[in-house]
Structure formats: C-alpha cells, structure tokens
C-alpha cells in the first residue's frame, strides 16, 4: 500500500457524460501528479499541482480539468466523454515539487460506453 | 524532443537466469531514473531508483546501472522468479520536473 487513495476504483458512464476522480497524496506530500493508461499502453502524463497550484502540464484535453484543495486532496474532471477516454487513471503524490520519488495510487478504470 | 526510450518491448527469460531492460533518455539535465513494475491491473510500485551522483544502486537481486555520458540506464534483475513477471517501466524528469515514462518492458518468466 502507497498512502495514496483514489475513488471511486471503478466507473462506468455514458458518452457526452461528465465525471469527477479524487486522489488523497501520502500524509505531507505536497504534490500530485495525474496520469493516464489505456489499455496495453504506458503512463501518460497529464498534469501537476503543487500545494494547491499547477505547476506542470502534460497531454491533458481541454475537455479535463483538474485542481488540488487547501487539504492537498486532487480532484480530476473528464467531461463531454468519449470511448477513447476509457482508461486507468493514476495519481501519484511526492513530498516536493521535483520529479523524485512519486508513489502511486491504486487508479481509477474508467469505462465510457 | 524530450523522450525516454525503452527496450526492449518484450524479454522471456527461463527462471533463474538474468533480465535486463535498457533505457535511454534525451535531457542531459536529467538527475533522478526510477524503475517501475506493473503488476496486470495493479498500480506502479517503485522498485529502485537512482540519482545522478552514482553509477550502480543494487537491492538485492534487483540493480540499477547509470551511463550519464552516453545517457544510459538499465535494470538488471538476477535469479529471476515467476513474480517478476511484470510490465517494467523507466523514467526520467524532463523540463519543467515532469517525469516522462518509457514505454514498458513486458517481462515474463518461464518456470
């Protein structure tokens, strides 16, 4: 176990529906990090918050959104969802805003149908 | 561009013998290398790491190797078991601190 929670593990929603994924980091790590997995593939980079600010972006869609609140919890909003954004959506969380060791949580499968 | 390649994409070795998984990366600014394994549906667990100061990290039958000139890294897992059957992946930070992943080696162990 890493420390960090994600909920809910498993989601199945329609297309064109709007979803919210929450991520809790380990006890004092400041950052989280939001990636994505479809199946077979590797881990793709969506975006960072650092003490409740973005601090890096990756190949995150307009449609998706995130922020990270004062108690340093991350939420991630999919919205106006299509077939492609079925995946495992993983946060990781580290205690400083540099890329060292991140922890991962257990992910979210998001099926759209 | 900033990347991380991994290889190779697929690795069946007997039970017992050695694994190694290769990877190389673009920013010569690169300080930290983890390694990954990734159990079918399961999350990423950090299995070792190494920082930029060093050039071998062991853990006992896993170890980490570091070329910074040629801009080299590589995992090498002995007296390999069926439970390092897994996907493994690279990385290494790129600009702005992000982490950029490889693209995983599927090892798999034959008993």
């Known amino acids: 176990d890493s420390g960090v929670t994600q909920t809910p593990k498993h989601l199945i929603t329609a297309t064109g529906q709007r979803v919210t994924l929450r991520c809790s980091p380990r006890?004092?790590?400041?950052?989280v990090y939001w990636y994505q997995q479809s199946l077979d593939q590797g881990l793709q980079f969506l975006i960072q918050?650092?003490?409740?600010?973005?601090?890096a972006k990756g190949n995150i869609l307009e449609r998706f959104s995130a922020q990270q609140f004062p108690d340093l919890h991350s939420e991630l909003n999919l919205s106006s969802l299509e077939l492609g954004d079925s995946a495992l959506y993983f946060c990781?969380?580290?205690?400083?805003?540099?890329?060292?060791?991140?922890?991962f949580g257990p992910g979210t499968r998001l099926t759209v149908t | 561009g900033e990347n991380v390649e991994q290889h190779p994409s697929t690795l069946s070795v007997q039970e017992g013998d050695s694994a190694v998984i290769k990877c190389t990366y673009s920013?010569?600014?690169?300080?930290?290398f983890p390694w990954y394994k990734q159990e079918l549906g399961k999350r990423p667990q950090l299995i070792i790491d190494?920082?930029?100061?060093?050039g071998e990290k062991k853990d006992q039958r896993i170890a980490v190797t570091l070329n910074k000139t040629a801009k080299h890294f590589s995992l090498h897992i002995t007296e390999t078991q069926p439970e390092d059957s897994a996907v493994y992946f690279c990385?290494?930070?790129?600009?702005?601190?992000?982490?950029?992943f490889g693209t995983g080696t599927r090892l798999t162990i034959i008993p």
């Open positions: 006890s004092g790590d400041l950052s």
């Open positions: 918050y650092y003490n409740g600010e973005e601090r």
């Open positions: 190494i920082r930029s100061n060093v």
């Open positions: 990781a969380s580290s205690p400083r805003g540099g890329s060292y060791e991140q922890y």
């Open positions: 990385a290494a930070p790129m600009t702005n601190e992000k982490l950029t």
């Open positions: 920013d010569s600014a690169s300080n930290y």
